[in-house]
């Protein structure tokens, strides 16, 4: 897989990317050699970060134009969407057009995000094979990301093991369990995980009746500042069998330190 190019924002309007010894790059510098990769966004301060991180996006797949830097450029493109489009929705009074740019920016990302689909029909790239699957349907898709499961590409991947956790949930617990902890053996030291890897890990475990894992997974979701998990439930169903907290207590802030160390394995070897 190519290597990713490093992204830094530096105050409000200066970005830079270093590949090897290049010189930092600007939007401006962009914006000059390449005016057509600004001039079809939104053209006020809405989406500000977004707007600037899809320039250089843009520029960089268009200089090298590996599947990795599509991938990188699509979730961009998807993110600054997200925001144009809501900034679209509303309505400048007094200055119409930028109602207009906002409109302008949303249809050049649809358009952009269906070129990278059609460019990529063909990929290997196991990110691209996920979008391909969950924004477009394609089964074809899929199943070739599912031979890859055992490569170590896609195995030291936290992002492609969510992704595949995402996929399994909808049939196959167990797999969904050990992707999951998968994630979680791939958590770098001082990193939080994602929200959803516990919530998911939470609902499986209480839908199989194994409620001390999913009071032990909801505190330390808790425990990471996710205060909004429900445990509730999950503490009648311990206590009305007899079962101690105080002990699910202490495994719970001992897992958490595991996970937020970088030094959590999964119990299923």
């Known amino acids: 897989m190519a290597n990713r190019w490093m992204l830094a924002v530096a105050g409000a309007s200066f970005l830079t990317f270093l ?3 290049e010189e930092p790059l600007t939007l401006a510098k962009v914006c000059e050699e390449t005016p057509g990769f600004c001039n079809d966004l939104n053209k006020d301060s809405h989406c500000k970060e977004e707007r600037a991180s899809l320039i250089i996006g843009r520029y960089i797949e268009y200089k090298d134009p590996t599947d990795e830097n599509k991938y990188q450029l699509l979730k961009q493109l998807e993110t600054y969407n997200a925001c144009v489009s809501l900034a679209a929705q509303i309505e ?8 207009t740019s906002r409109v302008e920016g949303h249809l050049t990302s649809l358009k952009e995000m269906n070129r990278i689909y ?3 029909k063909q990929t290997s790239h196991p990110g691209l094979l996920y979008y391909h699957w969950s924004r477009n349907n394609s089964q074809f898709a899929m199943n070739k990301l599912l031979r890859q499961e055992d490569e170590p590409y896609v195995r030291e991947s936290q992002e492609i093991q969510m992704f595949l956790a995402t996929y399994y949930a909808k049939f196959d617990d167990d797999k969904t369990i050990d992707f999951l ?6 958590n770098q030291a001082g990193q939080t995980p994602d929200l959803e890897v516990y919530k998911a890990l939470v609902s499986i475990f209480y839908k199989q009746k194994k409620y001390k894992h999913a ?3 909801a505190r330390i979701a808790q425990l990471s500042g996710f205060e909004e998990i429900d445990i509730i439930d999950i503490e009648h169903e ?3 069998r007899g ?3 105080g002990v699910l207590e202490q495994l719970a802030l001992k897992t958490r330190e595991e996970i937020e160390t970088g030094k959590f394995l999964s119990p299923r070897g």
Request: charged share 30%; glycine share 4%.
């Open 19 to 21: 590949s090897g010894c």
């Open 92 to 99: 400048h009074i007094k200055l119409k057009e930028k109602t």
């Open 118 to 120: 059609q460019d990529t």
């Open 181 to 186: 902890y998968r994630v979680l053996e791939l």
């Open 215 to 217: 009071y032990t997974f």
């Open 238 to 240: 311990l206590t009305s």
């Open 243 to 245: 079962k101690s907290i």
